[in-house]
């Protein structure tokens, strides 16, 4: 007989839930992972299984799920509100300490010890992401609008510092604002036909966008290059000193008396895109503050509620697609100089889903949700390379258990954008009973 106030773990229940999973794995691994187009060395193509693997995929598919619903059910159980409580405040603790640590870390980056060339360059790549999400974040996390086409206005951004770099002669530093305008044109252009649309449905609308953006870079050869994309794009300079490798009066090298090293050139993009991440993040952080950021949440709990309040919807979802846009644009500025040339195959659907994957794994309206998702979904592609055909499993794994760990996210909550600090005594004046 149990004790009293003991929960009965039913085992049975989560071997059939962990056996359904099981059968449903083999049904995606055995044409993905147990059959292999290989080449004999007579150069003849011949069909090898992998029967073992497929199984010792189930048995892990398996042992998961059933781990999982006993886990579920013993949090559900007396001992998960004592260990929510128990755990809370360190919890709570460690995320004020994770911005600032993060931040010292990524100013500090090109200077550690042992850093070199490969993790500038990885790490100018997470940073760019980071800023891109920080501008989604603006329309997902903020203002509860799903765009699936966010990568156009990062395609806009980027062919509109080339296009104006090279006819035009203009200098980065001149390109970089007018293709964030541009960006937010073109968002503001999006945002009047969705204007009644919400849901699945703007979802759907905002995803043939960022197609139609494609299709027209991929064709209007004339312009934008088709295909073959824009070469020769400008690089940024420090105050009119270049990054040659040839030194002389007008390089960085020559003008400050240091040896010519393309790791320069690495370290001031680095740095470039740092600022832009944290003027998205300065931005955004501002906005949330003032009527409109509250107007964006308001609209994002409910839009029927928030008309009824007298806010302009209208007004209120433009902004938030200009100035998301706008922020994509600046990210696009900077690829394309960072790059020096870009094509449509850069700007496909699956980098807005990567975008998106980082601000719902993040954590909808988190900005530092959106910099851990950022450096774990673009940090985590290197951590698994070694892995060759097994990363994208491994790491699409991973991502399921955190997003069943984590289901809001990995910072799902954040501090209200306005709160009241302590109680306080209102006026005979103004309430009936006379205290508040």
Not at 128 to 150: K, P, Q, S
Not at 274 to 282: D, E, Q
Request: proline share 5%.
């Amino acid at each position: 007989m149990r004790p009293a106030g003991t929960r009965h773990l039913p085992f049975g229940a989560a071997l059939r839930d962990a056996g359904l999973a099981a059968l449903i794995a083999a049904g995606l691994f055995l044409p993905m992972v147990g059959l292999r187009t290989d080449v004999d060395p007579n150069g003849a193509l011949y069909l090898r299984t992998r029967w073992t693997d497929v199984l010792l995929l189930m048995a892990i598919v398996f042992a998961g799920r059933f781990l999982m619903r006993l886990w579920q059910e013993w949090k559900a159980g007396r001992q998960g509100p004592s260990l929510g409580k128990r755990f809370a405040g360190p919890l709570s603790r460690s995320g004020r300490l994770a911005a600032p640590a993060l931040l010292l870390f990524a100013v500090l980056l090109p200077a550690i010890p042992g850093i070199g060339r490969y993790e500038l360059d990885l790490g100018i790549l997470v940073l760019t992401y980071v800023m891109l999400g920080w501008g989604l974040n603006i329309v997902v996390g903020l203002a509860g609008l799903l765009d699936l086409g966010y990568v156009a206005f990062y395609a806009v951004g980027a062919y509109s510092y080339a296009l104006l770099a090279q006819n035009f002669g203009l200098s980065f530093w001149v390109c970089l604002p007018l293709a964030g305008i541009l960006a937010a044109f073109w968002g503001v252009l999006l945002g009047f036909p969705v204007l009644r649309l919400r849901g699945d449905y703007l979802a759907i609308v905002t995803l043939g966008f960022g197609e139609i953006i494609r299709l027209v870079l991929l064709n209007w050869v004339s312009l934008t290059g088709g295909p073959n994309g824009i070469a020769g794009i400008p690089r940024p300079t420090f105050f009119g000193l270049s990054f040659s490798l040839g030194g002389g009066p007008g390089t960085f090298a020559g003008f400050f008396g240091l040896e010519p090293s393309p790791t320069h050139r690495v370290v001031f993009l680095y740095y470039l895109i740092l600022a832009l991440a944290l003027l998205t993040n300065w931005v955004t952080l501002r906005l949330r503050r003032q009527p409109l950021g509250r107007a964006w949440e308001a609209m994002r709990e409910d839009e029927i509620a928030c008309r009824s309040l007298g806010i302009n919807i209208t007004v209120t979802k433009l902004t938030a697609f200009a100035l998301g846009a706008m922020f994509g644009g600046f990210a696009g500025a900077f690829f394309a100089t960072r790059q020096a040339f870009i094509s449509p195959e850069s700007f496909t659907f699956i980098e807005s889903a990567i975008i998106l994957a980082i601000v719902v794994l993040g954590g909808l309206g988190s900005q530092l949700g959106v910099a851990i998702a950022a450096l774990v979904l673009i940090g985590g592609f290197e951590v698994f390379r070694d892995l060759q055909e097994w990363r994208m499993l491994v790491f699409g794994g991973a991502m399921v258990l955190i997003m069943i760990w984590k289901p809001r996210g990995l910072v799902g909550s954040r501090t209200p954008s306005v709160a009241l600090g302590e109680r306080r005594t209102i006026s005979a004046a103004m309430v009936a009973e006379g205290r508040g």
